[in-house]
């Protein structure tokens, strides 16, 4: 059993920065990877970057590889994204998501073992 809980989120104009948290509680080691994805109106969730607790390797979706930067802090069990240079297409709900196996580009949403409730980021143009 694992709680993700997001923050962060909120309404900022084109080209600001925002950073995401996700604080997980319960059982969080360093096995789990953690990730981020997220779900625009009237569009599927997709994968946003992902991050190895074990080696710290991570992961980006091509829209998305310079602009954001996922990192972590294992001591305070954190995950965190860096977005930068925000775009009006980056509009979406964010959802934290950790999994015991590797999160790769191409993890299917099946196999995420927890998600967060999701933290709403509006970026206006």
Same mark, same amino acid.
């Given at each position: 059993?694992?709680?993700?809980?997001?923050?962060?989120?909120? *309404?900022?104009? /084109?080209?600001?920065?925002?950073?995401?948290?996700?604080? &997980?509680?319960?059982? $969080?080691?360093?096995?789990? /990877?953690? @990730?981020?994805?997220?779900?625009?109106?009237?569009?599927?969730?997709?994968?946003? /970057?992902?991050?190895?607790?074990?080696? @710290? $390797?991570?992961?980006?979706?091509?829209?998305?590889? @310079?602009?954001?930067?996922?990192?972590?802090?294992?001591?305070?069990?954190?995950?965190?994204?860096?977005?930068?240079? *925000?775009?009006?297409?980056?509009? &979406?709900?964010?959802?934290? &998501?950790?999994?015991?196996?590797?999160?790769?580009? $191409?993890?299917?949403?099946?196999?995420?073992?927890?998600?967060?409730?999701? $933290? *709403?980021?509006?970026?206006?143009?």
């Amino acid at each position: 059993q694992v709680q993700l809980v997001e923050s962060g989120g909120g *309404l900022v104009q /084109a080209g600001d920065s925002l950073r995401l948290s996700c604080a &997980a509680s319960g059982r $969080t080691f360093s096995m789990y /990877a953690g @990730g981020w994805f997220r779900q625009a109106p009237g569009k599927e969730r997709e994968f946003v /970057a992902a991050i190895s607790w074990s080696l @710290g $390797t991570t992961y980006y979706a091509d829209s998305v590889k @310079g602009r954001f930067t996922i990192s972590r802090d294992n001591a305070k069990n954190m995950v965190y994204l860096q977005m930068n240079s *925000l775009k009006p297409e980056d509009t &979406a709900v964010y959802y934290c &998501a950790a999994r015991r196996n590797p999160i790769l580009t $191409t993890t299917p949403m099946s196999a995420i073992d927890y998600w967060g409730k999701g $933290t *709403l980021v509006t970026v206006s143009s």
